[in-house]
């Protein structure tokens, strides 16, 4: 992935796994995921966001953001 924009990243992300979160956008260099999935939806990209409880080490449960395409872009979709 390396030379792609981090939009390009999470673009690239969400096509091959479904969804993106924050912890995985952590493993690619992207710090600010909110802000590069308001670029990419001021871009035309139809992106939505799921609240997902998730249990965390200590046993204890915290919500967090997960993004998905809400539909899929027709330049993508040719090769999910």
Do not use: W
């Not at 992935?1 to 952590?26: H, P």
């Amino acid at each position: 992935m390396n030379g792609l924009t981090q939009c390009e990243k999470v673009l690239d992300y969400i096509k091959r796994n479904g969804s993106i979160t924050q912890r995985e956008a952590l493993g690619l260099g992207i710090y600010r995921l909110a802000s590069r999935v308001s670029d990419l939806k001021k871009a035309g990209y139809d992106i939505r966001s799921v609240n997902v409880v998730v249990v965390n080490k200590d046993g204890t449960k915290s919500h967090i953001a997960k993004y998905e395409f809400r539909t899929m872009p027709k330049d993508l979709a040719f090769e999910i």
